[in-house]
């Protein structure tokens, strides 16, 4: 499996904007659950947001509905994520994956669990200051 590479992570401030992108492979990609997750130092990995790029369904975490937004271009086997208002509470690395080996719909769902996806990558440090 091709891994998917993230980027456009950086530090902002609180009240700022960052839009992370996710590239993968085709067959990564393809009708595939996308997720978006992330890390705090000492804290368990959890799920952001996730898409469905059959149909373009999405979830979301309660914790980030209404100022995160993912979004798929098929073109380009890529998936965004544009984070608005962001609270240092965000503060994590930010984490991509593809619900593998399974594929499909399978797990993608408003609970978005990390034990689901098994094609990850290698995150992208996103820090929000106040």
């Known amino acids: 499996q091709v891994q998917p590479v993230e980027s456009g992570g950086g530090s902002v401030q609180a009240g700022g904007s960052l839009r992370l992108s996710c590239a993968t492979s085709r067959s990564t990609y393809y009708t595939s659950c996308m997720g978006w997750f992330r890390q705090a130092p000492g804290k368990e990995r959890e799920g952001v947001a996730a898409?469905?790029?059959?149909?373009?369904?999405?979830y979301y975490a309660s914790s980030v509905k209404g100022r995160f937004t993912i979004s798929p271009d098929n073109a380009k086997n890529t998936v965004y994520l544009q984070m608005n208002s962001l609270k240092p509470e965000d503060t994590a690395m930010y984490f991509c994956?593809?619900?593998?080996?399974?594929?499909?719909?399978?797990?993608?769902?408003?609970?978005?669990?990390?034990?689901?996806?098994?094609?990850w990558g290698q995150g992208t440090q996103v820090t929000v200051f106040s």
């Open positions: 994956a593809a619900n593998a080996p399974y594929g499909g719909r399978w797990r993608c769902e408003p609970d978005i669990q990390a034990a689901h996806f098994g094609n």
């Open positions: 898409i469905y790029t059959g149909d373009g369904s999405t």
